[in-house]
């Protein structure tokens, strides 16, 4: 599990893309609030796209697969967002840390052995409960009524699963058999069934 010098600049390029994900996502997030504000549904604008914050981490987890990866990219991602200009100010580092952790905790389940299908969904899945839990008392979801926090809830998680465990997983994929990951444990793990499939036939 010891981190290599090609970790650390894959983990590095990955916070710079994500950031810029990060940014468009906030204005995403504004418009969707203004559009369904009148029809009372406001609080459900960032929630939809939600998944995108999570990105980062289980992204750079499922290429390198080590512990602690989740964590460094989604803090890189958050202060790189920071720096340039996000609405949420430094706050956004925290919260970056918080759904860091939530991305390890899936993985940690299985010992950091499996890095699967199954694994990035159970991380997306922790990746919005907690952040939930978290922002319920940063950003006082508690205005909203019970019917809204759970629709709340469901979209988050939904978002999260959609994105953060099923896009970035076929990203992630797509890269690997295109052979651009190479060096790391995905990318060497595509090139083994490769040569399995190519031995089978």
């Keep these: 599990m010891k981190w290599k010098l090609k970790d650390i600049l894959m983990i590095a390029i990955v916070g710079v893309l994500f950031s810029f994900l990060f940014l468009g996502a906030n204005e995403l997030g504004v418009m969707l609030t203004a559009a369904l504000t009148p029809a009372g549904y406001g609080p459900l604008g960032y929630q ?39 609405m949420f100010g430094p706050s956004a580092i925290l919260s970056g840390l918080i759904q860091g952790v939530g991305c390890e905790l899936g993985f940690l389940v299985t010992a950091y052995k499996k890095f699967n299908t199954f694994t990035m969904i159970l991380s997306s899945v922790f990746c919005s409960v907690i952040s939930f839990i978290f922002e319920y008392y940063r950003f006082g979801y508690g205005v909203n009524t019970k019917q809204m926090l759970v629709l709340m809830l469901l979209c988050r998680t939904i978002s999260s699963v959609l994105l953060t465990g099923i896009a970035s997983k076929l990203l992630a994929d797509q890269l690997a058999n295109a052979g651009v990951l190479r060096g790391y444990k995905l990318g060497i793990k595509q090139s083994i069934k490769k040569n399995e499939t190519k031995g089978a036939a």
């Design 48 to 86: 939809i796209i939600y998944g995108a914050w999570f990105m980062a981490a289980t992204f750079a987890t499922y290429i390198i697969q080590k512990a602690g990866v989740g964590i460094l990219a989604e803090i890189i991602a958050a202060a790189l967002e920071t720096m340039m200009g996000s």
